[in-house]
């Protein structure tokens, strides 16, 4: 359930590439898919046993390096909720939510606005699931770029100010 959480805005993101250029269409899309990963977080949240620890887990092998003498250099594909992070990634959908219908009067370049918004989305769920430093490394990264664009493009008065400040810091 947690990949679909995190993969489900990227994949609807990277679709939309392939998508003719409708300002309602995208709208659309990013509408359904942040309340789609809002469902799937009340289903996550449904399941939850407060009396455990980590839930949902995922763990697949994601990079092993054999650095002869000193071992291996290790990294897994492993998400999981807590106690903690839950209620972050609930409230990152519910605000992903707010964002994308606040986004509607959006105009300029509608489908890089929403792909980009859909990515960052993913990337958000992305670092509050990690269990592993390097993946949530990976995400919390991946997400300034598309924050770097968005702010960028179609942030206020002193927005390329304001991007390049973001991404430095």
């Known amino acids: 359930m947690l990949s679909l959480l995190i993969f489900l805005p990227i994949a609807v993101a990277l679709l939309s590439f392939f998508i003719p250029s409708q300002a309602r269409v995208f709208r659309a899309l990013t509408i359904g898919t942040t309340v789609a990963q809002l469902i799937i977080t009340i289903l996550i949240w449904k399941q939850f046993d407060s009396a455990g620890s980590f839930q949902q887990i995922e763990k697949l092998p994601w990079i092993n390096i054999e650095i002869g003498d000193w071992g291996n250099f290790t990294s897994w594909y492993w998400l ?47 670092t509050f699931a990690a269990m592993d430093t390097l993946l949530f490394f990976v995400f919390f990264e991946f997400m300034l770029i598309p924050m770097y664009f968005l702010i960028g493009i179609w942030g206020g008065p002193n927005r390329e100010y304001a991007s390049i400040k973001f991404l430095l810091y």
Do not use: C, E, R
């Open 80 to 126: 999981g909720v807590d106690g903690l992070s839950l209620p972050m990634i609930f409230l990152s959908a519910l605000v992903m939510v707010i964002a994308a219908l606040s986004s509607w009067n959006i105009s300029q370049n509608t489908k890089g606005y929403h792909i980009l918004f859909l990515i960052l989305n993913g990337a958000i769920m992305g």
